[in-house]
C-alpha cells in the first residue's frame, strides 16, 4: 500500500470516532426539546382546565326563576346583600346568633333549638337566604313587566351614579372597575352586572312601594285586628332576682335561690300596689307596637296593655323567669296623625376639648356657621336655598326626611314644632341646645301615620302572596361555589380565606 493510501485509511480512522461522538449529542438535546414540549404541554392542559372549571362554575346555573337563569357569580350580589344586612344589624355582636367571621362559614354551624334537627352550615344557610332573595326579586320582576312598570329616567341616573361612585372608589385603590367589583362581590361579578343587579333591585323595592290601596280597603284591613297598628304608652318597673344574691370572689352573680326570687317579688307587688314612677328602676315606653310590647316584657303584658278593658293608670305585676315586670298603662293610639316631611341642617357644637380641636385658623366654629347660615337664609328661605346649605353645612348625613313619624324625631322641642305647632309650608325655625344647633325646615304633611301601617302591612301580604308559590330549580351544591366566606369577610373587611370559584 503506498504511503499516500496509508495516510488516508489513517486520517478515517482517526476521525471515524469524533462523528459517532457528535451523534448521542444530536440525540440528546433532540430529547430535552422533547421533555420541554411535553412539561409546556401538560402545564397547559391543567391551567387550560383550571381556568376552565373556574370559568364553568361562574356561568354555571344555581338558580332557574321562571324564565331567568341565575349563575353562581349573579347569585353573589344577592350573597353579598344578605350578608351585609346580617352584619349590619348584628354589628360585632354577631358571635350571639353563633357566627365567627374568623372561621369558614362552611365550618360552623347554625344554632339550633332543636336538637334532632339535620344540622346546617352557616355557608348553607346564607345562600339559601340569598336563593330566597333572588327569587322574590325576579318574581316581582316578572309581574312589574306583566303590568308594564320600568324604571324611571331619573332612577336610571340614581344607579349609573352608583355606578360612578364604584369606579371613583375602583381608582382610588388601583383597581379597574370590573376588578373592584370582582374584589367586592366575588369571582365572575363586573360593572355591568352589577348594574343589572342594581336595576333589578330598584324595580323591586320600587314596585312594591307602587302598590295603592283606597281608603276602605284601609278601613277593611285595620278592622281586622287594631292591635296591630296601635301603639300604648306606659310606664314600667323592672326587678329582677339576680339583684337579690350575691356576688361570688370573682364578681360574677351567684346562684339565684328562691329567697331572692321571694325578695324581688315583694318588690314588685310593693310597687304594684302603690306605683312610684319616680323610681330610678322605672322606664318609659312611649307609643310602642304590641310586637315590640312582646319582646319588651312578655306576650301577657302586651295582651292586657292592647286588651278593651284597660284604662290609664292601671297597674299589673307580671312574671318572667327570675324577673318581675309592673306595669302602668297610661295610654293608647291608633296613630291617625299626619306625618311630616321636613329638611334639617344639624350644626355640633365646637369640642371644649383642646386637644381635639383644629389649630387650623380657617377652620369655622359652629358659631360661625350658623351666623353664615342664617344671613343666607334672610336672604332666601325657599326650599331651593335650604338644601344647598344643608348639602354645605349639615354635620348629619341624612338632612331630608320624608313621611316622619313621632318616634323618629328625638329632639323634644322641634318634635312639638313639627307636630303641634303648625308651622306653615316653607317655614324655617332654629333651635340651640347644648350639643348642638337644628335648623328645620318644614316642607309640609304626608299620609297618616295609620295609613302608612296599614298599607305597608297590606303590601306585605302582598309580596306574600305572590312570592310563596313561585316556582323556581335551585341546585344546593352548585352554590357551594359562590363567594360565601368572601361576603362575611368583605362585609367586615377582612381578607378572604375563601378558594371558591
Known amino acids: 500500500m503506498s504511503a499516500s493510501r496509508e495516510r488516508k485509511k489513517r486520517m478515517s ?50 338558580l332557574t326563576v321562571g324564565e331567568h ?58 345562600a339559601d337566604s340569598a336563593k330566597t332573595m333572588a327569587v322574590n326579586y325576579y318574581t316581582v320582576l316578572d309581574d312589574a313587566e306583566k303590568n308594564g312598570y320600568a324604571l324611571t329616567q331619573e332612577q336610571l341616573d340614581k344607579i349609573e351614579g352608583q355606578i360612578t361612585t364604584l369606579s371613583a372608589y375602583a381608582k382610588i385603590y388601583g383597581y379597574t372597575a370590573d376588578k373592584y367589583a370582582e374584589n367586592m362581590f366575588g369571582s365572575g361579578c363586573d360593572v355591568d352586572g352589577y348594574r343589572e343587579f342594581l336595576k333589578l333591585s330598584y324595580i323591586y323595592s320600587d314596585y312594591i312601594s307602587s302598590q295603592e290601596y283606597t281608603a276602605d280597603e284601609i278601613s277593611a284591613r285595620y278592622a281586622q285586628d287594631p292591635t296591630e297598628f296601635d301603639f300604648v304608652s306606659y310606664k314600667l318597673y323592672t326587678v329582677r332576682a339576680s339583684a337579690y344574691v350575691e356576688k361570688n370572689e370573682d364578681g360574677t352573680t351567684g346562684e339565684i335561690t328562691d329567697d331572692a326570687r321571694a325578695e324581688a317579688k315583694k318588690a314588685a307587688e310593693a310597687m304594684a300596689k302603690d306605683f312610684d314612677e319616680s323610681n330610678e328602676s322605672v322606664t318609659d315606653g312611649a307609643e310602642i307596637s304590641k310586637a315590640n310590647v312582646t319582646n319588651r316584657i312578655n306576650e301577657d303584658a302586651a295582651n292586657w296593655l292592647f286588651g278593651s278593658s284597660v284604662k290609664a293608670g292601671d297597674v299589673k ?29 344639624y350644626l355640633k357644637n365646637d369640642s371644649t376639648d383642646d386637644s381635639s380641636s383644629s389649630s387650623d385658623s380657617t377652620t369655622k366654629t359652629s358659631a360661625q356657621k350658623l351666623s353664615e347660615i342664617k344671613a343666607e337664609l334672610e336672604k332666601d328661605a325657599s326650599e331651593e336655598k335650604f338644601t344647598s346649605l344643608a348639602s354645605t353645612y349639615s354635620d348629619n348625613t341624612t338632612t331630608t326626611y320624608t313621611q316622619t313619624v313621632h318616634q323618629s324625631v328625638s329632639n323634644q322641642e322641634v318634635y312639638a314644632w313639627l307636630f303641634d305647632g303648625k308651622p306653615a309650608e316653607n317655614e324655617y325655625k332654629i333651635f340651640e341646645t347644648s350639643e348642638g344647633t337644628y335648623i328645620v325646615f318644614f316642607k309640609g304633611y304626608d299620609d297618616t ?16 302572596n305572590l312570592t310563596k308559590d313561585a316556582p323556581y330549580d335551585y341546585d344546593a351544591a352548585k352554590a357551594e361555589h359562590c363567594h360565601l366566606d368572601y361576603a362575611i369577610n368583605s362585609a367586615y373587611n377582612l381578607n378572604s380565606n375563601s378558594s371558591a370559584s
Open 13 to 62: 480512522e482517526e476521525q471515524a470516532p469524533a462523528v459517532q461522538q457528535r451523534k448521542p449529542e444530536k440525540k440528546k438535546l433532540s430529547e430535552g426539546l422533547l421533555l420541554l414540549g411535553v412539561v409546556v404541554l401538560i402545564l397547559a392542559i391543567v391551567f387550560g382546565s383550571m381556568a376552565g372549571y373556574n370559568a364553568y362554575w361562574r356561568h354555571a346555573t344555581v
Open 69 to 126: 337563569k341565575v349563575s353562581t357569580s349573579e347569585l353573589n350580589y344577592f350573597l353579598h346583600s344578605t350578608v351585609s344586612q346580617l352584619v349590619n344589624t348584628y354589628s360585632s355582636y354577631l358571635s350571639i346568633i353563633g357566627l365567627d367571621p374568623s372561621v369558614s362559614l362552611k365550618d360552623q354551624n347554625v344554632p339550633n333549638s332543636d336538637e334532632n334537627a339535620e344540622p346546617q352550615t352557616w355557608a348553607a344557610y346564607l
Open 317 to 345: 305585676l307580671f312574671e318572667g323567669e327570675d324577673v318581675y315586670y309592673v306595669v302602668k298603662f297610661l295610654s293608647r293610639t291608633d296613630n291617625d296623625y299626619k306625618t311630616v316631611n321636613f329638611l334639617q341642617i
Open 449 to 464: 301615620c295609620k295609613n302608612l301601617l296599614v298599607s305597608n302591612a297590606l303590601r306585605s301580604e302582598w309580596l306574600e
